[in-house]
């Protein structure tokens, strides 16, 4: 008995799905595109998005709604943590009008209900995402033309870089590294080490580090974010001193380099290099073959 009635709610409630999606011009591409072909989009967000269209001065088609992790994950520039896994956002196609995209803007902002409008220029890919993130509340509009140019290559092979950092001391290090693709580009880690080539303080004969960065990306400011931390060694005319330096990184990905903020804390094992603890804010430019879109 208590199967027949689990099986007469999911039915029940893809029934409702189903006369929800029938509603939208492009209904039936609110189901996911991937082979699972689910349609778990949420109720309430069909109703609300329904109400906006019956008061836009145009009529949605959906080109996108509910999709699972792996089909998610397949889409270049995609957020991991889309709210399209929740059913809770719908792409439309846009003809790029500043004019349309103004009214969806502001009839998002009226609704009280959705928070999140992002939308991308190319003619290859344009379109207006309508979304619902559950986890904030405030309300954001967002151009991504460029973002889904910005991931990692899923070709490791090709991923290894060299670059240049500058801190504020004014010291110059060379970076030899290889970066990692993880989880379809939206994830990864560095290995590298660096070489001092250029120093202010004259005391400091030889500094070298190997280090380790884990990257997330993530739509906020920047494209990428990371956690480090360096294991180095340095020297002056009569000791030698290690050192470890945890990181957080921020940084930007384009064809063929990468660019990242870093904000570090030096903490050496000996006092006598107290010249180089703390604070380490430097600036690192690297060079390769990074782009998945390429």
């Known amino acids: 008995m208590y199967s027949n009635i689990k099986i007469t709610l999911i039915s029940f409630i893809i029934l409702i799905n189903l006369l929800l999606s029938q509603n939208f011009n492009g209904g039936e591409n609110l189901k996911c595109q991937d082979q699972c072909n689910r349609n778990w989009m949420n109720k309430t967000f069909l109703k609300e998005l329904k109400k906006m269209e019956n008061k836009c001065s145009f009529n949605f088609y959906i080109t996108s709604g509910y999709r699972c992790k792996n089909f998610n994950n397949s889409l270049p520039g995609s957020d991991k943590k889309s709210t399209h896994l929740d059913g809770l956002a719908a792409d439309i196609k846009w003809d790029g009008s500043q004019k349309k995209l103004n009214e969806i803007i502001q009839l998002a902002k009226e609704s009280n209900y959705f928070n999140r409008i992002y939308f991308h220029r190319e ?87 190997i280090g380790f960065n884990f990257n997330s990306f993530i739509i906020l400011g920047f494209d990428y974010y990371g956690l480090g931390l360096s294991l180095g060694s340095l020297s002056n005319n009569t000791n030698k001193s290690y050192y470890i330096e945890p990181a957080l990184s ?23 290099f107290n010249e180089i603890k703390g604070t380490n804010i430097s600036l690192n430019i690297n060079i390769g073959y990074f782009n998945s879109n390429n």
């Not at 140019?149 to 670059?163: E, L, Q, T």
């Not at 989880?183 to 004969?205: M, V």
């Not at 921020?250 to 006598?272: A, E, H, T």
């Open 123 to 209: 003619p290859s890919n344009r379109h207006i995402h309508i979304g619902k993130n559950t986890n904030v509340n405030n309300f954001a509009a967002r151009d991504l033309t460029k973002r889904s140019y910005y991931k990692y290559s899923n070709n490791n092979a090709n991923n290894i870089y060299a670059g240049l950092i500058y801190n504020q001391k004014n010291n110059q290090y060379i970076r030899l590294g290889y970066h990692v693709t993880l989880d379809n580009g939206n994830s990864g880690f560095n290995i590298f080490t660096d070489k001092l080539i250029r120093k202010s303080n004259e005391n400091i004969k030889n500094q070298f580090a």
């Open 250 to 272: 921020m940084g930007f990905i384009f064809d063929y380099c990468d660019v990242w903020l870093n904000i570090g804390n030096i903490i050496p094992n000996k006092s006598s």
